[in-house]
């Protein structure tokens, strides 16, 4: 039967078998495995088919995960470079915004400056901005010192510096007027003035002071009841009548 055994399981003729050194209690060695294969128990013989398919799972796992951090390795790379460009351009487009400011406000105030500056300049994206104001050669610590006039001129100076860089064929202002004094109100449409010579301007205004620096004038009447009515003037067709 062991011959047979050794024949169908091994396939060896156990007559012919050798071992290559003799091994000290084979009995009780033989035992101790015996035992050791009982302990494992039942043999899978699909185990081999399983691990392959656990093994292909693993795999697809491991490669989208390589997949992820090549992606987020990217997207980091991404990241830092629209960082850096968003860093030039803002950089630029403050430095110009800067330089149109001072000049809008020293148009507004005579022997006045006004600045923007950056709290954390080495963070721009994240810092905030400072105005810095002078009049007279003073500088104020604070915007709350100005009069509401005044403020209200250098929030329309910030506003003008804007549109001086980045400008539009039209610029549209509603009432932007209203706060100002007289003196201050000469001064802000003397300067729309002078910037109708590169641009369009189209004030909605009740002040007479800033008409008077227009070249047409548009406005709504009633000459009948519950029928409005538009009306125009060119100013220097009007200067001609009075003039004749």
Not at 157 to 162: K, N, T
Request: with cysteine.
């Amino acid at each position: 039967d062991l011959t047979q055994k050794a024949r169908d399981e091994f396939g060896m003729v156990l007559g012919d078998y050798k071992p290559e050194e003799e091994i000290a209690d084979a009995e009780a060695r033989l035992s101790e495995v015996k035992g050791r294969i009982e302990r494992l128990g039942e043999v899978n013989p699909l185990s081999l088919q399983a691990y392959e398919e656990e093994k292909k799972r693993l795999d697809e796992f491991l490669s989208q995960r390589d997949d992820i951090i090549a992606a987020k390795k990217n997207l980091l790379r991404s990241i830092e470079e629209l960082d850096l460009r968003a860093r030039d351009r803002f950089n630029e487009t403050f430095e110009q915004v800067r330089k149109e400011f001072n000049y809008v406000f020293t148009n507004f105030f005579e022997d006045g400056q006004a600045d923007l500056v950056l709290t954390e300049p080495e963070n721009p994206l994240a810092s905030k901005v400072e105005i810095v104001v002078r009049m007279m050669g003073r500088k104020l610590k604070t915007i709350n010192q100005l009069s509401g006039g005044q403020k209200t001129l250098l929030a329309i100076s910030l506003l003008l510096a804007f549109y001086l860089v980045k400008p539009a064929p039209f610029c549209i202002l509603d009432e932007i007027d209203a706060p100002l004094d007289d003196l201050n109100v000469v001064r802000f449409s003397k300067f729309l003035r002078d910037l109708s010579q590169r641009t369009q301007v189209v004030i909605i205004t009740h002040n007479r002071a800033t008409m008077e620096y227009a070249d047409y004038l548009y406005g709504i009447t009633m000459e009948k009841q519950r029928e409005s009515k538009v009306i125009s003037a060119r100013l220097a067709d009007l200067e001609k009548i009075v003039t004749l």
